[in-house]
């Protein structure tokens, strides 16, 4: 069984599009049906305020108990419901929490893969 991987990172949408045409052709030539996801941000700043330590707690605990509501993840984080609600649909709108048939919503992604590359 495959893993599940988004690969996180900071990167323009010029450094992006070749990645992007690589894949394209891969994909045209192959029916492996591979997935290669990325979620890439304009810089450093943009990608702290999306995976917060708080954030990146939620994707953690999701991963461990399995698909959850908002409540009983609250609960369990011992955070507030308002708190938790605002950072699930942060990461909703990110592609990195979705919400299942029955309403709970998961982490679908078996890793996360996070590079940032520091360059003066």
Known sequence: MTKRR???GIEDAEQGFPRFVRA????????????????????????TSILT???????KCL???GPLSIRALAK????????????????I??????????????APWDVIDAHVRLVA
Request: negative net charge; without cysteine.
């Open 6 to 8: 988004i690969h996180i």
């Open 24 to 47: 394209w052709h891969k994909a045209e030539q192959s029916e492996s049906g591979e997935v290669e996801v990325h979620l890439n941000f304009e810089d450093f700043s943009m990608l």
């Open 53 to 59: 330590p708080k954030r990146l707690e939620l994707l």
């Open 63 to 65: 991963r461990q108990q």
């Open 76 to 91: 369990l984080l011992q955070r507030d419901y308002k708190n938790v609600h605002g950072d699930m649909a942060v990461l």
């Open 93 to 106: 709108e990110a592609g990195l929490v979705q919400k299942t048939e029955k309403g709970l919503f998961q």
